[in-house]
């Protein structure tokens, strides 16, 4: 299992120690939850705050907004994964998006009330599908069940077309829930509330795994 720490649970009044402490452990990714407060009713950084963090992680940007494709340059300019939500967009514009994405990687989201089979027009294009197991807005909430099913679909679908997306899932993660994800086929936990709110980065990534 690889690991995504959110940095929504850090310290931001220590930002460059934070990222120092997580560069510090062998988590794979950095995940940097963009919200506009209209998307979701949670305000919190944009690509200015992702430009200067000096991660050396694998930056996995988590786009909560409306119209996302009307500023994903920007964000891909200062990260390596960039995932909005199937729910921000229209699907046609999502669909010529993908189409004409070249070699940036693009990930796709759904909220916990979105079927999984919406996104069967966008799986053979993506690098990244990101399953929501809360209402995305804030961390600290509980896992909803609802996600181990979509992510199994999203593993079968993998295996029997040999598409080449990662499968992801964000939202109430620790190390029975990592558990339970991971038996169903997931690559990638995010965990916000789960690694900062411990003193021990290192440790708590060990359990996810
Ligand atoms: C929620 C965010 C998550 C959040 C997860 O909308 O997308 O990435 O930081 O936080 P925890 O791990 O605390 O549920
Ligand atoms: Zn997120």
Redesign the pocket.
Same mark, same amino acid.
């Given at each position: 299992m690889k690991v995504s720490p959110?940095i929504?649970?850090m310290d931001f009044s220590k930002k460059e120690e934070e990222i120092l402490k997580i560069d510090q452990t062998d988590c794979e990714y950095i995940?940097l939850?963009v919200?506009d407060g209209i998307f979701?009713p949670n305000v919190t950084f944009d690509y200015n705050l992702i430009k200067d963090l000096n991660s050396k992680k694998i930056y996995d940007t988590?786009l909560?907004i409306e119209k996302p494709l009307s500023v994903i340059n920007k964000y891909l300019e200062v990260s390596d994964y960039v995932t909005f939500h199937l729910e921000a967009e229209a699907k046609e514009n999502i669909l010529s998006f993908l189409k004409n994405k070249g070699n940036k990687k693009i990930g796709l989201s759904i909220k916990p009330n979105t079927k999984v089979e919406e996104l069967n027009d966008f799986l053979e294009y993506l690098d990244l599908v990101l399953v929501?197991s809360?209402e995305?807005?804030? $961390? +600290?909430?509980k896992f909803m069940d609802i996600a181990l099913d979509k992510i199994k679909y999203l593993k079968e679908q993998k295996t029997k077309k040999g598409y080449h997306y990662l499968i992801e899932v964000? $939202? +109430?993660?620790n190390h029975e829930t990592s558990k339970l994800c991971k038996e169903v086929g997931c690559e990638i936990v995010?965990?916000?509330?789960?690694i900062f709110k411990h003193q021990n980065y290192q440790e708590q990534i060990n359990n996810l795994r």
């Open positions: 959110s929504l649970a995940h939850d919200m979701v988590h909560m929501m809360v995305p807005g804030f $961390g +600290g909430q964000d $939202g +109430g993660i995010v965990a916000g509330t789960y």
